[in-house]
């Protein structure tokens, strides 16, 4: 696609909700299986906690939801937190909330992926060995779609986030419209005990109060990816602030709807779910193997008349496909985010490039390549992904509220409007507000998830911090030394070239290097040849004079048979004469057509070049000789990359008929 098309890609709100809001809506599908986890520590003693912990995560939504608005409206350039957080409190905090959400795009990849995977599982237990396999093939998917372009995984995504949210909407009045005729649903894990972990079944004070605040914290994974839609503002139709804070709107209501019912079905059906199975009584064969069901599989089963209804599989199925779906959520904000730091050269330049298809290539590439990693080295198992999770949002939501107060500050100090003023107040209470709410929260999550797990995040936070600021330190040094101050000066004439042809044996490579260095009419010019084998130098020298060839050989002696050295050590010596001179190096090579065949050529060159290049003053120029099996890339069949971007002709005849210039 074409630089001009980009517009192209921008994205209705019945799209944008899809691409930027799959994960907090997904998430509502493990958000209460996480807080019932963490609650059965006791047995089923503490479960008496979870409306009181459901009800706090669904304040915290909407405070966080009303906190984005603001930003949205005031920052719609698509920096999100990033961009507040660097604007109002430095570049460093920015960096930090840059390095937390980078950390947290990628759990949010592993942790949707593998919770998806988790429920194919409960529908199809035979597959349970195959969990590694599945996660890590599906984030392979899901990268090669999002490198098609954002409008086009907008549109393959729109389908199963609509799907899922009727079916979890349909399940939810189903399960109410039965308990109001008294006929409640009843989980199949209800007539199971949970055993207590040791002495847990006895919580009382602090112990219960921590029991419930690692609950709560567990649950705010419900709030993941809000941030999405403040970073993708540019991808929405103009209005975009407009567009952007609606679907945001209709992203947190249809999330806390669907939390809520889900929640409440869980405890009415009785469901019961454990870190272990072999802590549930009545666990018929090995329980170490039992594969426990989801709650969203205990809840369809229940509600639709058992795990082989249709109504069963269609909810399993769509809830595993938005779980998977649900890290494009951040295939879209992983990359964006990295392309805004590589612009601000915090990151390589790489980052910040689009591919043939307008999107962020290297970004999707190395978010799966990073998330894969994981799912594989914590074997696509929630319950472990899920400790290293959420701490980088709650970072980068503390720190932008922080910053959008301090922004209204700013604002206010010049505005004389009272209407602007008024508005502008408002918006600094609710951000005002959300600073309280989620720093709270950010230290809630420290403390019982630390230990647990989450200083990992923490750690790979710090690292990508400090790797950003080397990056930044790097390019401006690079910068700084670049930097033109006289050109009269920068741009003197070297007093003489020395040539130097780099010689092996006598073949028609050589003869064209010799004849391109003519053409440069060096002052001096040489052909050098190091004498590894005597017979072949010997038999050099003779053919040499046969031909009859000008220019003079030098043949450099090597006792140790080396070719680098003796011919990087004679270029300096040339340079250490004549500090004034330039030396250029002419380097024929072969040019093959078949990667195998690379392997059967010396490939000297490049090593020589890669020493020669370190040497101030000195030139090195490849003279290329095309061997027969490169004219293969006149093939249609093998077009090189970004050749149609291009508009290269791809065939020998295409090429044929471009018409020479008129001076030819």
């Not at 991808?235 to 709807?257: D, E, H």
């Not at 010689?503 to 040849?529: C, I, M, N, W």
Request: hydrophobic letters at 50%; a positive charge.
């Amino acid at each position: 696609m074409r630089s001009e098309e980009l517009g192209e890609t921008l994205l209705p709100k019945r799209l944008a909700l899809p691409i930027f809001a799959s994960d907090p809506l997904s998430s509502v599908a493990y958000a209460t299986q996480e807080i019932l986890l963490v609650l059965t520590v006791g047995g089923s003693a503490f479960l008496y906690l979870s409306p009181w912990v459901a009800a706090g995560v669904v304040a915290l939504m909407a405070v966080v939801v009303m906190s984005y608005r603001q930003v949205v409206h005031a920052y719609p350039s698509g920096g999100g937190s990033y961009e507040v957080v660097s604007k109002n409190l430095g570049a460093n905090s920015g960096l930090v909330v840059a390095a937390s959400l980078l950390v947290d795009y990628v759990m949010t990849v592993a942790v949707s992926v593998a919770s998806g995977v988790d429920n194919i599982i409960s529908a199809f237990p035979g597959i349970a060995g195959y969990r590694v396999v599945l996660s890590v093939g599906f984030v392979v998917l899901l990268a090669a779609m999002n490198l098609r372009g954002v409008r086009e995984s907008g549109k393959a995504f729109a389908a199963p986030t609509y799907l899922f949210i009727g079916g979890i909407l349909l399940m939810v009045v189903t399960g109410f419209v039965r308990l109001a005729f008294g006929d409640a649903p009843v989980a199949s894990s209800a007539g199971m005990g949970i055993l207590p972990v040791d002495g847990k079944d006895s919580l009382a004070g602090l112990g219960l109060l921590m029991l419930g605040l690692r609950a709560f914290a567990s649950g705010c994974t419900a709030l993941t990816g809000v941030e999405a839609i403040s970073n993708g503002v540019p991808a929405f139709r103009t209005p975009k602030a407009k567009n952007a804070a609606s679907t945001m709107s209709v992203m947190g209501i249809t999330a806390v709807v669907m939390f809520i019912g889900i929640t409440a079905l869980a405890l009415i059906s009785k469901v019961h779910y454990v870190d272990s199975a072999c802590r549930l009584t009545g666990v018929t064969g090995d329980c170490s193997t039992f594969a426990q069901p989801t709650v969203i599989a205990q809840l369809a089963a229940a509600i639709f008349g058992g795990d082989r209804s249709i109504l069963f599989y269609f909810i399993q199925a769509v809830t595993a496909l938005v779980l998977i779906l649900a890290a494009n959520t951040a295939f879209n904000g992983f990359p964006l985010l990295a392309s805004i730091l590589a612009e601000h050269r915090y990151l390589p330049r790489q980052m910040h490039t689009r591919g043939d298809r307008l999107a962020f290539s290297n970004g999707i590439i190395a978010l799966a390549v990073v998330a894969g990693g994981l799912l594989w080295l914590y074997d696509a198992d929630v319950t472990s992904l899920i400790h290293l999770y959420i701490l980088g949002v709650f970072t980068s939501f503390t720190l932008s509220q922080i910053g959008m107060v301090r922004h209204w500050n700013r604002a206010l100090a010049t505005e004389t409007d009272p209407a602007v003023r008024a508005s502008a107040q408002r918006s600094r209470v609710i951000n005002g507000f959300g600073a309280f709410v989620t720093a709270l929260v950010l230290v809630i999550v420290l403390l019982t998830k630390f230990t647990q797990g989450a200083w990992l995040a923490v750690v790979a936070a710090v690292v990508l911090w400090v790797m950003m600021r080397g990056i930044r330190r790097h390019y401006d040094r690079v910068a700084e030394e670049l930097a033109v101050e006289d050109a009269d000066a920068e741009s003197v004439r070297p007093s003489r070239v020395h040539g130097i042809v780099l010689v092996s044996k006598l073949h028609k490579p050589t003869l064209r290097a010799l004849g391109y260095a003519q053409a440069f009419r060096p002052d001096e010019l040489e052909a050098v040849s190091v004498a590894v084998e005597q017979d072949a130098t010997d038999a050099l020298r003779e053919q040499w004079l046969e031909h009859g060839i000008q220019v003079p050989l030098k043949v450099l002696d090597s006792p140790y048979r080396e070719i680098t050295k003796p011919v990087v050590g004679y270029v300096r010596s040339i340079r250490r004469t004549s500090p004034r001179d330039a030396v250029a190096v002419f380097i024929p090579e072969y040019v093959v057509g078949r990667w195998w065949e690379n392997l059967l050529h010396n490939q000297s060159a490049l090593w020589l070049k890669s020493r020669l290049l370190f040497t101030p003053g000195v030139m090195v120029i490849s003279v290329p000789w095309q061997l027969s099996s490169a004219g293969r890339a006149d093939h249609p069949s093998r077009r090189a990359p970004g050749s149609v971007r291009r508009g290269e002709p791809t065939t020998r005849s295409e090429r044929d008929r471009i018409p020479a210039p008129e001076n030819a």
